[in-house]
């Protein structure tokens, strides 16, 4: 049987589609081809404006042999996850944020911003074709202006048809291959110019360019002042954990509610909850083998992003769903902020940033629903964590200033099976910081009795595993010790398995 061109042209084109919707699939975080010489001893924030997150197609390209169709995929998200990857592993802390504004006490804030994803077909092998990513890094200062920016803004390979049949891995490749070209630059630079400053307010610092930079006074760059004793801690435990091999499957989520003045009405802050967060990723990538890129985290978590990561009342099929293999994944949840019950039943909620004290039944988190809704994911197991405790009381201040000062009781929660919750104390009692609010008292000894401490005698038999009886004799020994030693208070984590 014998084709016309336009025949031939229309059969190709079919299967350059149908290529795409097969292979799209395999779109992910590339392994970096760029060694980390040496970690950046700075924490930084790093912006990922929504509308890069949001990219969810690739477009057309005007060059290339055959027409080709769009092609759907999570470009967005595999790009967050990939700038996650990369800067966690460059600097010593480094935190995915929308805003500069939920910068927080770092010393850097960068801008990593992706543009587009484009492509085009080629000509069977002729490399007439390309895939593309596009983006920008920029350092920037508390009121996201620019101070530096990268050369970099784009990575392309010409590519023939036959790439076309791997049309995920490509375009991964090219979006790890951007992102990795700003990890090299930043490594060839002295980062530490792009610093937040101490002393100067970024209103009066004049501005310079790149090259007037390296010969102006330190003390005149366009950088923010950051007070000498941080609002919110982040430093981590100091703890070291033994490296876990990588678990392709587990998933955790992250959540460090601390500024609560920022969004929420009459609800004091939680200082060290940053830090406590920072603490707890550290364990679950170093310890636990998560991949970076399935790590979900939060800081001052809203209502409607917990309801998007856990699902709702009426629908469990959140974020946390979409993520989990059935029977495979491993979930670990961590939460450091606000708990309270509700002054009408003594339901108890968790508090997003944007809470109002005195509607925590409208506005919180039911407690209820996160057990309910991850009972139902099909996880291998769940460990759920909590730095919080759900009495209207913390050592902030009180969540219910406004209520009657009567004693709410707050309800017990069934735990559901595959479920195991570990909690700072017991319903009625408060979650106990350091005394500098550097750290939870609970989220401090639990990293510490989980890195190995309490597997050492008195508490465990040195057998290299952490037990929960283990975990709990250690707790008591540390953590309800030092809440009575430093605050006259009765504090006992509380470790529930569901059956």
Not at 48 to 76: D, F, L, M
């Amino acid at each position: 049987m014998r084709f016309s061109k336009r025949r031939i042209v229309a059969l190709l084109a079919g299967l350059a589609a149908l290529s795409g919707c097969m292979t799209t699939a395999t779109l992910q975080v590339e392994t970096s081809n760029v060694p980390i010489v040496q970690t950046v001893p700075i924490s930084v924030a790093v912006i990922i404006p929504e509308q890069s997150r949001a990219i969810a197609s690739a477009g057309v390209g005007q060059t290339g042999c055959w027409g080709t169709p769009p092609v759907p995929g999570a470009y967005g998200q595999v790009f967050a996850d990939t700038v996650r990857d990369r800067f966690s592993r460059l600097f010593d802390n480094a935190q995915i944020i929308t805003s500069p504004y939920e910068a927080g006490d770092v010393d850097a804030i960068f801008e990593a911003r992706l543009d587009k994803v484009e492509w085009a077909g080629g000509c069977l092998a002729s490399p007439d074709g390309f895939f593309a990513a596009e983006g920008q890094l920029r350092a920037v200062d508390a009121n996201g202006r620019q101070i530096w920016t990268s050369n970099k803004r784009q990575d392309k390979q010409m590519v023939g048809m036959i790439a076309q049949f791997e049309l995920g891995r490509n375009f991964g490749q090219r979006i790890a291959a951007l992102v990795d070209s700003w990890a090299v630059e930043l490594q060839q630079i002295n980062v530490a110019q792009y610093a937040l400053d101490e002393t100067i307010e970024v209103a009066t610092a004049p501005r310079y360019s790149r090259s007037q930079r390296s010969t102006a006074p330190r003390s005149a760059a366009p950088v923010r002042a950051r007070p000498a004793s941080p609002k919110f801690p982040q430093m981590p435990v100091d703890v070291k954990f033994e490296k876990g091999p990588v678990q392709p499957d587990d998933i955790a989520v992250i959540i460090g509610n601390a500024n609560y003045a920022k969004l929420g009405k009459d609800i004091p802050d939680v200082s060290p909850a940053y830090a406590d967060a920072l603490s707890v990723k550290r364990y679950v990538t170093e310890a636990l083998g998560v991949k970076p890129g399935n790590v979900i985290e939060f800081q001052d978590a809203t209502g409607s992003q917990m309801i998007r990561v856990f699902g709702s009342t009426v629908n469990y099929k959140g974020q946390l769903f979409d993520w989990v293999k059935p029977n495979r994944s491993r979930i670990y949840v961590y939460y450091a902020g606000h708990g309270a019950p509700s002054a009408r039943d003594g339901n108890t909620y968790l508090v997003p940033s944007d809470a109002d004290a005195t509607r925590i039944d409208l506005n919180g988190y039911p407690l209820e629903t996160l057990y309910a809704n991850l009972g139902k994911l099909k996880a291998k197991e769940v460990t759920v964590v909590i730095e919080a405790c759900f009495s209207g009381t913390s050592q902030a201040g009180s969540l219910v200033s406004k209520a009657s000062p009567v004693f709410i009781k707050p309800k017990q929660i069934d735990v559901p099976p595959g479920v195991t919750v570990i909690s700072a104390g017991a319903p009625e009692q408060i979650a106990s910081w350091e005394e500098d609010k550097s750290h939870g008292l609970f989220t401090k000894y639990y990293l510490k009795g989980m890195a190995g401490e309490a597997d050492q005698k008195p508490f465990g038999n040195g057998n290299g595993d952490v037990s929960y009886a283990e975990l709990n004799a250690y707790l008591q020994d540390t953590l309800t010790y030092y809440a009575r030693r430093y605050y006259g208070r009765d504090q006992t984590a509380q470790i529930k398995t569901g059956n």
